[in-house]
């Protein structure tokens, strides 16, 4: 089928290759989530913002970080 491909399989361990762009994604998605999380707290401390957008990148960012140490610690 067209989209059997697109989902990953258990089992199946990942290339080096294929761990390295992973990794790269989950550092990238995890900084800027950091960061928005960060910009965003200034902007609820002075008063702009609420809470919700700073707490929810906080934890897509503690997220990703969990999935790039147990990807990095994966040999």
Not at 46 to 57: D, I, Q, T
């Amino acid at each position: 089928m067209a989209g059997d491909d697109l989902t990953p399989q258990r089992g199946r361990r990942l290339s080096r290759s294929e761990r390295e762009q992973r990794g790269y994604r989950l550092v990238v998605a995890g900084g800027i989530a950091g960061a928005i999380s960060v910009v965003t707290a200034v902007l609820a401390i002075v008063g702009v913002l609420g809470w919700g957008l700073p707490f929810l990148a906080l934890i897509v960012a503690a997220v990703c970080g969990v999935l790039f140490r147990r990807l990095a610690a994966s040999r």
